[in-house]
């Protein structure tokens, strides 16, 4: 005998009740059965809404408020784009700004941002599927990037990354708005991290927030930082939810837009950072620190704002040996 829905180990009980009485073909009139179909459709919301504060509180949302508070993320009077590709990550960063607007200040606005680059029909309908499921009033505009990076050969990931970033940007500031929040979270930091140094050949890091270069006045801002990403994953398989994964249509070889594919750069990395992690837990936390503590006497050369820089430089006048 088939295991229920709220019975199933791990899954949230009060949403599998709605997911019991959503699919459950409705015997009222067509006006009832929508009207009760909606109604369990929200409180699939609330449900999903409500573990984000107490079942997953300390993985999730102190995390989430400690970034924006350690790392100054909002400002009165902010006007964010909260950049949602159809993902975990990013939907549940709008969860996130959703409860952080109901229960704070309310100093800052929201728009929940979609661009549309060129998915796939099914990929494309998950997202307003999902977005109209958690109550995230989203705001969809076009492109084609999709169509347009087809034709690179060299580096199509870089690439769409980059378009994509702009696109957001462009259509975030065209709404008013003098920030966009991206989804990335804490294993997308340290991933990075290795990435730069291993394949790289440099030291850096995936920052909290930037300054545009190239739209004067806007800002990025990672509010996931601190997040772990198990964590996230925990998060939408207890609420039974399911978001795209990588919706890159030309490479399996994408490492810039999700990490999932077999033979990317940062799945490599990401396998490698568990293989160690297995042996020395601490070792997850150490490559995230590495880019808190970096002591400039030891390091040969470095970079800041575009101006190379080199030990020898100051040497006569620097430390000393103990």
């Known amino acids: 005998m088939p295991t229920p829905h709220n019975q199933r180990l791990g899954q949230n009980p009060a949403r599998a009740a709605c997911v019991d009485a959503v699919e459950t073909p409705p015997r009222e009139s067509s006006a009832a059965a929508c009207a009760s179909h909606a109604e369990n459709a929200s409180r699939l919301a609330a449900a999903a809404e409500r573990s ?21 993320l909002i400002q009165d009077g902010d006007r964010i ?25 309310r100093n800052f606005e929201l728009v929940f941002l979609v661009m549309n680059p060129g998915y796939n029909d099914a990929n494309y309908q998950r997202i307003l599927d999902n977005a109209k499921l958690l109550n995230v009033p989203i705001t969809v505009f076009q492109s084609e990037i999709f169509n347009i990076v087809a034709s690179e050969e060299s580096s199509p990931c870089y690439l769409c990354a980059r ?52 739209f004067e006045g806007m800002e990025l801002i990672r509010p996931m930082y601190l ?46 950072i568990a293989f160690l992690a297995e042996r020395d837990p ?41």
């Open 163 to 214: 378009m994509r970033r702009g696109y957001l940007y462009s259509k975030a500031k065209e709404l008013g708005c003098n920030k966009i929040a991206l989804g990335h979270h804490y294993d997308d930091v340290i991933e990075t991290i290795l990435m730069g140094m291993l394949y790289g050949g440099q030291m850096q890091t995936m920052m909290p927030k930037l300054h545009s270069n190239n």
């Open 52 to 72: 984000i504060i107490k079942k997953f509180r300390r993985e999730l949302w102190c995390r989430f408020t400690k970034a924006v508070q350690e790392y100054e």
């Open 81 to 105: 784009a909260v950049c949602i590709s159809g993902g975990k990550d990013s939907m549940l960063m709008a969860k996130l700004f959703q409860e952080l607007y109901r229960h704070g200040r």
């Open 227 to 272: 997040i772990r990403e198990k964590d996230i994953i925990h998060w939408a398989e207890y609420n039974d939810l399911h978001f795209i994964q990588c919706a890159c249509r030309f490479t399996e070889n994408c490492a810039t837009c999700g990490g999932t594919e077999k033979g990317s750069k940062r799945a490599e990395i990401k396998q490698l």
């Open 282 to 322: 601490v070792i997850e936390s150490n490559i995230f620190r590495s880019a808190e503590n970096v002591n400039l006497n030891t390091i040969i050369g470095w970079k800041k704002d575009g101006v190379r820089h080199h030990f020898l430089d100051e040497y006569e006048t620097g430390p000393k040996d103990d």
